[in-house]
């Protein structure tokens, strides 16, 4: 019985593959039973992980026999086109994508968070009461412009009724940190939001009220983000303020984070979502 199979089984092989050889494959490592079986998590989004599988026309190529080759040199160069013609059909194999996509550039990531973000945490320096002196924030709605023009530049709707606001116009520096939880790449990856590879922005710079000339921007961005604060009540006496970019911090990854040039940030085209 094993005798048959050794026969049968190259048969079976070569007549499925119809005369088609193997150009390149990829592989990757195991990790051994242990610690490091443990980081090859389902939801990684690491490069050693086989990415999703696509179809790959030249991954295989039809083959011939020596005798084919030899005969295309002597009919000429018109019989080895043909040849090759034959063999470019695509198959109907399929491989693992050897090669990502490009990651955007980190001035684009920051601009994809300023421009999706919802809102953010304002943090800045207390400036009343038994507590200043010391680190005050709260969260904040935050719009970087109208749903068709992303300045990169956070406006805000505050009111001096809120502690963190009338610090502010006490003591302007400040900074604001956006989350990447309010994007699809969580979604998309299965990845926690306080997960590192899920990237936060923070700006720091000065708080300023909004002068006149830009009041009507301003509206249109916070407005057209968040309908429902045209309802918020009146008599709170709201207004609007931006931040005055002086630093921009990305961190994507695991430790530390990356610095951006102001000017890099705000002439960056915001990354797809």
């Known amino acids: 019985m094993s005798a048959a199979w050794c026969w049968w089984l190259p048969a079976l092989l070569w007549g499925v593959a119809g005369g088609y050889v193997v150009l390149s494959s990829v592989s990757w490592p ?59 059909a695509p198959s109907r194999m399929f491989s ?11 001035a684009a990531t920051a601009r994809r968070l300023a421009r999706h ?23 904040l709605p935050i719009s970087d412009g109208p749903v068709n023009n992303s300045t990169g530049i956070p406006f805000f709707y505050v009111t001096l009724k809120d ?4 610090d502010l116009l006490k ?37 300023v009220t909004v002068p006149p000339e830009e009041t009507e921007f301003a509206k249109q961005a916070m407005f057209s983000r968040h309908p429902v604060i045209r309802k918020w009540p009146r008599s709170y006496e709201w207004f609007f303020m931006k931040m005055n970019i002086e630093h921009v911090w990305l961190q994507s990854w695991y430790g530390g984070v990356s610095t951006i040039a102001v000017e890099e940030y705000l002439k960056a085209v915001p990354s797809k979502a």
Not at 62 to 79: I, N, V
Not at 96 to 106: E, I, L, T, V
Not at 124 to 139: C, D, E, T, V
């Open 117 to 139: 973000g919802a809102w953010g945490f304002v943090a800045s320096r207390a400036a009343h009461g038994k507590i200043q002196g010391m680190p005050y924030g709260n969260l």
């Open 171 to 207: 003591d302007p520096v400040a900074s604001l940190t956006l989350p990447e939880s309010d994007g699809n790449f969580c979604r998309k990856n299965v990845v926690d939001p306080e997960d590192p590879r899920c990237a936060r922005l923070t700006l720091t710079g000065q708080m």
């Open 163 to 166: 502690n963190a606001v009338a």
């Open 96 to 106: 693992y994508r050897r090669q990502p996509a490009a990651p955007p550039g980190r």
């Open 30 to 88: 195991l990790p051994e039973a242990g610690g490091a079986a443990d980081e090859l998590h389902s939801s990684s989004t690491e490069e050693a992980l086989p990415g999703l599988l696509e179809e790959a026309g030249g991954l295989w190529k039809q083959s011939f026999p020596a005798s084919a080759y030899r005969e295309d040199a002597a009919l000429g160069p018109g019989a080895a086109a043909r040849r090759s013609e034959q063999g470019a």
